[in-house]
């Protein structure tokens, strides 16, 4: 967890992953696009864990880039 924690573009974009979700949710909304599914709360909290799973899944899977895979 901690070498997770160290990956600063990870962490960055899972911070804009949880604040695009409620920005994009409620600009649909206030076009009459959304079909308010969550009520603000709710889209706030999908947001911020949208954006911890986001960070958790690119920094884990980022540790593994340079490593080859290809079979011999």
């Known amino acids: 967890m901690e070498k997770l924690l ?3 573009r ?3 974009s ?3 992953m949880a604040l695009l979700f409620p920005l994009i949710y409620f ?3 206030l076009l009459g ?3 308010n599914v969550f009520s603000w709360w709710e889209a706030l909290l999908v947001g911020l864990l949208n954006g911890a ?3 958790f899944f ?3 899977f980022r540790q593994f880039r340079d490593e080859d895979v290809t079979p011999r």
């Open 6 to 8: 160290k990956d600063r």
């Open 10 to 12: 990870a962490i960055r």
């Open 14 to 16: 899972g911070i804009g």
């Open 27 to 29: 600009t649909m909304s």
């Open 33 to 35: 696009w959304g079909n």
């Open 53 to 55: 799973l986001f960070w």
């Open 58 to 60: 690119m920094a884990s």
